[in-house]
């Protein structure tokens, strides 16, 4: 049989390759207990009130969702004191990058990104027959004049998450505003802030002001992690009405299922469980911080709910190796680290145990 002709630029990219399922490692080792650390999930599971809604809409699901999102759409955009105009939801964060990608990216348009980063921002150019241009970090650190030395007349995008995923660095109020000073005027600056709830750091600041100056400024934050409901999918983006309104020509109806809506307006109330979170999460990072000063390996301090460590070995091997133990982090290799994993900040019992074999592997 032929197969039909298909789009060349599918050629170039790379299919994205998930965290390990914990089922899929029980079954390939016979293991009873294993835990994942990988995706930087929420170790407390989702919100509580989250999962009374999820019941309670559950037998509602013989009818379409919203497909507008205007309860949700109404109360986010108080939550974060914003016009709901300037909101697009997504099934998860990752739709609304693609959202943006169908929208404005032509073939032969341009994006930079860090070359290490979330992998996304460069499939969905491609897919539209863009090119993904990447610059190195320093120190596992956003080089801003590099992102502004790569701008060329057919740069469309430059994209940042902030805080950085995998390596946790947070880039500082000062540079945003010195990127976004020396961009070319038709340029956009794609934010993505899907763990900006896990920042302490004095110096960061959000997109919101941005974007309430009418900026050309795309922020993208989730419900999947802090809130701790990743398995609903639910993410949106932030932007002015003008770059909204575009986006919005991309969306397919009812992308967003009545479960995932129902469950993200009960998360936004659930004040405790983002408190408790945060203090995991700080705690978590304190206990991995010192264990990692004790067998003298080098990590990034994490503005993330993760922490990037440099392992000083072939982290493929490393990581096989806690797997056949029961433990799944992420390798680093895919994102061009061949020494370093990304681990993310578990319960006290799951950091115990990932300690305990990493000292027996390495």
């Known amino acids: 049989m032929k197969t039909p002709k298909f789009r060349e630029t599918i050629m170039q990219i790379t299919a994205y390759v998930p965290g390990k399922p914990i089922e899929d490692v029980k079954r390939e080792f016979g293991l009873d207990d294993v835990i994942k650390i990988a995706s930087n999930e929420n170790p407390l599971g989702p919100s509580p009130k989250a999962v009374e809604a999820i019941k309670a809409a559950a037998c509602e699901i013989n009818q379409y969702p919203d497909g507008a999102c205007f309860e949700l759409r109404q109360k986010l955009a108080k939550h974060l004191g914003i016009n709901p105009e300037n909101l697009i939801f997504g099934d998860g964060g990752d739709e609304v990058i693609f959202h943006f990608a169908e929208a404005f990216i032509n073939p032969g348009d ?11 921002y460069a499939t969905s150019a491609l897919l539209m027959g863009g090119k993904p241009v990447t610059v190195p970090m320093k120190d596992w650190e956003i080089d801003v004049d ?34 976004l000073e020396k961009m070319p005027e038709d340029c956009l600056l794609f934010l993505d802030e899907a763990y900006y709830e896990y920042v302490d750091d004095p110096g960061y600041t959000s997109s919101l002001e941005y974007i309430k100056a009418d900026k050309n400024v795309l922020a993208l934050r989730t419900f999947s992690k802090v809130y701790g409901i990743a398995g609903c999918r639910i993410g949106y983006g932030i932007a002015p009405k003008r770059i909204i309104d575009l986006m919005e020509k991309t969306r397919l109806p009812f992308n967003v299922s009545r479960i995932a809506q129902k469950a993200a307006l009960a998360a936004l109330d659930d ?12 705690e978590g990072k304190a206990f991995l911080y010192r264990e990692f000063d004790k067998l003298g390996l ?20 490393l990581f096989a190796k806690l797997q056949r133990m029961g433990v799944i982090v992420r390798a680093g290799a895919p994102f061009g680290a061949p020494t370093h994993i990304r681990v993310s900040v578990g319960t006290q019992r799951e ?10 592997v390495l």
């Open 271 to 282: 004040i405790d469980h983002v408190a408790k979170s945060r203090k995991v999460n700080q």
């Open 110 to 120: 341009e994006i930079i990104t860090p070359d290490t980063t979330f992998s996304e």
């Open 146 to 179: 590099a992102l502004l030395g790569a701008v060329t007349d057919k740069t469309k995008a430059i994209y940042i998450t902030n805080p950085n995923n995998p390596t946790g660095s947070l880039l500082p109020k000062e540079k945003i505003d010195y990127l």
């Open 351 to 360: 950091l115990d145990k990932f300690i305990e074999c990493l000292k027996k």
């Open 298 to 317: 080098e990590y990034k301090p994490t503005q993330g709910n993760f922490v990037w460590v440099d392992v000083k070995t072939d982290c493929k091997a």
